[in-house]
C-alpha cells in the first residue's frame, strides 16, 4: 500500500500539467520582440518627441483551456512606468533607470466567453478616442478601465474612463525598455460579477482562487531615440 501516496501524487502531476497546456499567442509581434507602431498610442517623431499612433489592439489567439475552465480574462501591464514623475517628458534629463517602477494597466477585458479564441487586430481598439472608449459590455467580453483614465484625469482634451485596450506611450526621455505583458487567465467562475469602472487592481483581486491556468506574451517599446537604437537598430 506503500504505492498509493507515490500513484495519488503521479495523478496530481499529471492534472496540474494538463490544467497548464492553455497557450496565449500574439502574431503581431515575436514574444519578446519590440511592438510595431501600430499597436501604441503614441509613436516617436521629430517634432515635440511623440505623436498620437494608431492604436490598434494587436491580435491575441489562444488555445488549450483547461475544461473546467467557465470564463477567460487579458490584460496587458507594463510593470516598467516611474513611479515619480519630476523628469517625465521634460528637455534636458531623462528618467533614470534606477528609479523604482510601478504597474500602469493597459487592457482590462473580463467575463469572456470560453467559446471565444481569438480577439482580431482592431476589433477592441482602432485608433485613439479623445475621453476614451466606453467601459463595459462587448461582445466579446466586459470592458474595465485602463490607466489612461488616470493619467488624463487633469487634461481638459482628453480626461475621461478609458475602457479596453489603449497601448503604449512611455515616457520620451525614459532610459528604460518598457515591457508589456499580455495575460490570458481561465477561471473557474462564469463572471467575476464587476460592474461599471473598474480597474486593473479591481480584477487582480477579485480573481484570486479562481484561476486555473495563465499565459502571457510579452512585448517591448520605447519612445527614446537611444533605447530604440539598443533594440532595434535604428529609430524612425
Known amino acids: 500500500m506503500r504505492w498509493l501516496p507515490l500513484m495519488a501524487f503521479f495523478i496530481t502531476t499529471i492534472a496540474f500539467a494538463q490544467e497548464n497546456t492553455m497557450k496565449l499567442e500574439i502574431p503581431s509581434f515575436a514574444n519578446g520582440a519590440f511592438i510595431p507602431q501600430e499597436y501604441a498610442f503614441c509613436i516617436p517623431a521629430q517634432k515635440n518627441h511623440v505623436q498620437m499612433g494608431k492604436n490598434k489592439n494587436p491580435h491575441l489567439k489562444w488555445s488549450g483551456v483547461p475544461a473546467a475552465a467557465k470564463t477567460l480574462v487579458v490584460i496587458c501591464v507594463d510593470p516598467d512606468v516611474p513611479s515619480v514623475g519630476d523628469n517625465v517628458n521634460k528637455e534636458g534629463v531623462t528618467v533614470a533607470k534606477s528609479l523604482p517602477r510601478v504597474d500602469f494597466?493597459?487592457?482590462i477585458l473580463v467575463d469572456i466567453p470560453t467559446s471565444i479564441h481569438e480577439i482580431k487586430s482592431g476589433q477592441d481598439s482602432d485608433g485613439i478616442t479623445a475621453h476614451g472608449k466606453k467601459p463595459g459590455p462587448t461582445a466579446y467580453g466586459v470592458r474595465g478601465i485602463n490607466d489612461y483614465t488616470n493619467w488624463f484625469a487633469s487634461d481638459k482634451d482628453m480626461n475621461g474612463q478609458y475602457g479596453g485596450y489603449d497601448g503604449p506611450c512611455p515616457p520620451w526621455n525614459d532610459e528604460l525598455l518598457h515591457h508589456y505583458h499580455f495575460r490570458l487567465y481561465a477561471l473557474d467562475v462564469a463572471t467575476l460579477g464587476l460592474?461599471?469602472?473598474f480597474n486593473g487592481k479591481d480584477v487582480m483581486d477579485a480573481m484570486k482562487g479562481h484561476i486555473l491556468a495563465q499565459s502571457e506574451w510579452v512585448g517591448t517599446?520605447?519612445?527614446n531615440p537611444?533605447?530604440?537604437d539598443q533594440v532595434?537598430?535604428?529609430h524612425p
Open 226 to 228: 537611444k533605447v530604440i
Open 105 to 107: 494597466y493597459h487592457w
Open 221 to 223: 517599446y520605447s519612445l
Open 232 to 234: 532595434i537598430g535604428h
Open 195 to 197: 460592474h461599471g469602472n
